[in-house]
T-cell receptor
Framework: DGGITQSPKYLFRKEGQNVTLSCEQN?????MYWYRQDPGQGLRLIYY???????QKGDIAEGYSVSREKKESFPLTVTSAQKNPTAFYLC????????????FGSGTRLTVV | QKEVEQNSGPLSVPEGAIASLNCTYS??????FFWYRQYSGKSPELIMS????GDKEDGRFTAQLNKASQYVSLLIRDSQPSDSATYLC??????????FGAGTRLTVKP
């Protein structure tokens, strides 16, 4: 079955540490997205990519980095520059966002310890 | 003003009743509208999309869109306890610009 796989499901980060969240899709979608969800707030866009080797900053890109070396993969690195990284991170993909919306992965819950 | 606004709830309805969830948006050029259901600790799941004024029905769900009033709603008929979740309204303004509301938490009581 086609879908989006995010790993790990839970991740703990120490102060000053970089961590990478994995996102892999086998839907053959060109566009992929990273969102952050905090309690009581809507999803906020971190980065998106419409094609391999190209990505764009979203509303809250500071302290994050991404790469898109393969169509199937869009990993997100949370760097030590992100001062408040505790949140639920969602990866999504779309073949036609305006018409069909997103397919979401199962999410990664990141906690700073 | 937030771009997409929803009443955070919680909205509580008895089993079998109609649940009505509302969403307003600020950008008049918004083109497509989506409702996602999110169970606690899980990721959002697309349940309805609507693009033109009027009603769109899918099973127990009806989405309603009024572009003049910048208003979109979701009705859930014959509500079941399994419908208890947070419902996110999402609005596509331009391609690759999807804006989400903070969600309305719905509880259906047996």
């Amino acid at each position: 079955d086609g879908g989006i796989t995010q790993s790990p499901k839970y991740l703990f980060r120490k102060e000053g540490q970089n961590v990478t969240l994995s996102c892999e899709q086998n839907l053959n979608h060109d566009a992929m997205y990273w969102y952050r969800q905090d309690p009581g707030q809507g999803l906020r866009l971190i980065y998106y990519s419409q094609i391999v080797n190209d990505f764009q900053k979203g509303d809250i890109a500071e302290g994050y980095s991404v790469s898109r070396e393969k169509k199937e993969s869009f990993p997100l690195t949370v760097t030590s520059a992100q001062k408040n990284p505790t949140a639920f991170y969602l990866c999504a993909s779309s073949i036609d966002m305006a018409a069909r919306g997103y397919t979401f992965g199962s999410g990664t819950r990141l906690t700073v310890v | 003003q937030k771009e997409v606004e929803q009443n955070s709830g919680p909205l509580s309805v008895p089993e079998g009743a109609i649940a009505s969830l509302n969403c307003t948006y600020s950008d008049r050029v918004s083109q497509s509208f989506f409702w996602y259901r999110q169970y606690s600790g899980k990721s959002p799941e697309l349940i309805m999309s609507i693009y033109s004024n009027g009603d769109k029905e899918d099973g127990r769900f009806t989405a309603q869109l009024n572009k003049a009033s910048q208003y979109v709603s979701l009705l859930i008929r014959d509500s079941q306890p399994s419908d208890s979740a947070t419902y996110l309204c999402a609005v596509n303004v331009y391609n690759n610009d999807m804006r989400f509301g903070a969600g309305t938490r719905l509880t259906v009581k047996p």
